[in-house]
């Protein structure tokens, strides 16, 4: 079983970056694709990227594609969500997960959730 924890949220300006974590305890860590998804208010949440076990596949979401990084350190158990040229829609809470099983894209694909961190974009 794997614990994850997110941070590195926080309020930033439209234009700027964050870069987020997720670390997770737990010996299984690097036997798990991982995956990030957000959830603004009133929304579902949403998939934005997804990593393989040894890093060599990434996914993303076409809303953040070109400006989101996802990687992983595996001697570290943590996951990181670079993001770059942030907008306002970015706005939300971001949740770290592992992907036990089916796609990459689909929610309910993953397991062991973080508590989520939150990033706010303003204008």
């Known amino acids: 079983q794997v614990r994850a924890v997110e941070s590195g949220g926080g309020l930033v300006q439209a234009g700027g970056s964050l870069r987020l974590s997720c670390a997770a305890s737990?010996?299984?860590?690097?036997?798990?694709?991982m995956g990030w998804f957000r959830q603004a208010p009133g929304k579902e949440r949403e998939f934005v990227a997804a990593?393989?076990?040894?890093?060599?596949?990434?996914y993303y979401a076409g809303s953040v594609k070109g400006r989101f990084t996802i990687s992983r350190d595996n001697a570290e158990n943590t996951v990181y969500l670079q993001m770059n040229n942030l907008e306002p829609e970015d706005t939300a809470v971001y949740y770290c997960?592992?992907?036990?099983?089916?796609?990459?894209?689909?929610?309910?694909?993953?397991?062991?959730w973080g508590q989520g961190t939150q990033v706010t974009v303003s204008s």
């Open positions: 997960a592992c992907k036990t099983l089916g796609s990459y894209y689909s929610i309910s694909s993953y397991d062991y």
């Open positions: 737990g010996r299984t860590f690097s036997s798990y694709p």
């Open positions: 990593i393989s076990i040894g890093g060599g596949s990434t």
